[in-house]
């Protein structure tokens, strides 16, 4: 079992930066696929990006050269530095982990936190 919790969220204006962390629990998190997904209102939940156990990165292309994803298996913490941010990225941001599944699709996310919200002002 691994419990998540995600911190960082807040209001930015547009061009701004924030980092989220997503901190587990357990002592296992350093075998466990870990992504972010954002999901605004009215709209589905969405990829954001994910990392590997061993630092292997993916991002969307909407965020793809402003976000990087990042892990420290020490702290069992994940982080998302958040660059250049612009109105559309205002959403809800949750963190997710999975033990056996490498990939964007949120059906298959074993864990998931309750998210930290993101707004940006234009």
């Known amino acids: 079992q691994v419990q998540l919790v995600e911190s960082g969220g807040g209001l930015v204006q547009a061009g701004g930066s924030l980092r989220l962390s997503c901190a587990a629990s357990?002592?296992?998190?350093?075998?466990?696929?870990m992504g972010w997904f954002r999901q605004a209102p009215g709209t589905e939940r969405e990829f954001v990006s994910r990392i590997s156990w061993t630092g292997v990165k993916y991002y969307s292309d909407s965020v793809k050269g402003r976000f990087t994803i990042s892990r420290d298996n020490a702290k069992n913490t994940m982080y998302l530095q958040m660059n250049s941010l612009k109105p559309e990225d205002t959403a809800n941001y949750y963190c997710?982990?999975?033990?056996?599944?490498?990939?964007?699709?949120?059906?298959?996310?074993?864990?998931w936190g309750q998210g930290t919200q993101v707004t940006v002002s234009s």
């Open positions: 357990g002592h296992t998190f350093s075998t466990y696929y």
């Open positions: 997710a982990a999975a033990k056996t599944y490498w990939g964007p699709d949120k059906r298959l996310y074993d864990y």
